[in-house]
């Protein structure tokens, strides 16, 4: 097997992320941690477009972006999956997916504002966890996104 290098930070859950999703996996790797103050010339290297983390290099080529990363590993290791096999249910996955992308910023943005710009964030979470609450996937099951972890529970941050 090719070798499988992580470089994260331990502050970023996009990084925690893809962890989770190679821990679930099962596949072997090398966590290679990034000072975001003085980043690696390996890291501007590897993802010279945005120069952040995290970033994943299987076989010497980098795969970037933590969702990206994701589907890479769900594609090439097939075993214990996180997206389903009904192709009903991965446009599903993928909406809430999206959906956990979009709006997930809001709660690290409620700490770093004040005033009326504050009130419109809690506002917009307090609107979006309604909506969780009523529309929200698999009701019933034991994890968020079903009977059992998928990329769903790995991606949101609300």
Known sequence: MEDVKLHGAWTSPYSHYVIWTL?????????????????????????PV???????VHGGRPICESMVIIEYLEEKWPQHPLVPSDAYERAVTRFWVRLAQEKGPNLSLLYRTAGEEQEKIKESIIEMLIVLEDCGPNKAKKFFGGDSINIVDIARKF
């Open 50 to 56: 945005h120069k952040k983390i995290p970033v994943l």
């Open 23 to 47: 821990k679930l996996k099962g596949i072997p790797f090398e966590y290679i941690e990034e000072d975001l103050s003085n980043k690696s010339d390996l890291l501007l290297q590897y993802n």
